[in-house]
């Protein structure tokens, strides 16, 4: 057989597709400084991150309120179904916690929370007593079921 032409040869890498000149004769390649593109990406990528998670840890410290609210009435006392749509009120009494639909103004017990029963069985705070922590009450609470579980 005789050799193969040049030309149709696609096996060998032609000079014009190369990365780099394939002669001294060749377009001169000279590499960008790109520093200050990865600079600008840098700097916007980290603002949008650092948004996404402040975001996203106020979302979580939502739905960690949430579930300890959900907690906390479910834990009180009461002695009724509560019906959905409807608003109950969270007392303190003798260092226990109570659901009534007694509004505040008409009894006179430590008011912590007013709450709506939302259709998916979920608590939902509606107004709180301005002298009530939340995150402070669970701080005590779960230590008292450490100090009970021991």
């Known amino acids: 057989m005789s050799d193969p032409d040049p030309i149709l040869d696609t096996s060998a890498p ?7 000149p394939s002669s001294r004769l060749g377009a001169r390649i000279v590499p960008q400084d790109l520093t200050s593109f990865k600079t600008r990406g840098i700097s916007k990528v980290e603002r ?11 979302r979580y410290l939502e739905v960690i ?6 907690k906390l009435v479910y834990e009180a006392q009461f002695g009724f179904e509560p019906v959905i ?12 916690y109570h659901l009534s639909m007694i509004e505040p ?11 709506r029963l939302n259709a998916d069985g979920r608590w939902q705070m509606e107004k709180s007593a301005e002298d009530f922590d939340l995150r ?5 609470h779960s230590s008292q079921e450490t100090m009970g579980a021991s």
């Open 65 to 70: 309120d949430a579930f300890n609210w959900n």
């Open 105 to 115: 103004e008409k009894w006179h017990q430590r008011w912590i929370a007013t709450l």
């Open 136 to 140: 402070r009450w669970i701080g005590e």
């Open 48 to 58: 949008e991150l650092q948004q996404e998670l402040v975001e996203l840890r106020e």
């Open 85 to 96: 749509g409807e608003c109950y009120h969270l007392y303190q009494v003798e260092k226990k």
């Open 14 to 20: 032609r000079g014009n597709y190369l990365p780099y």
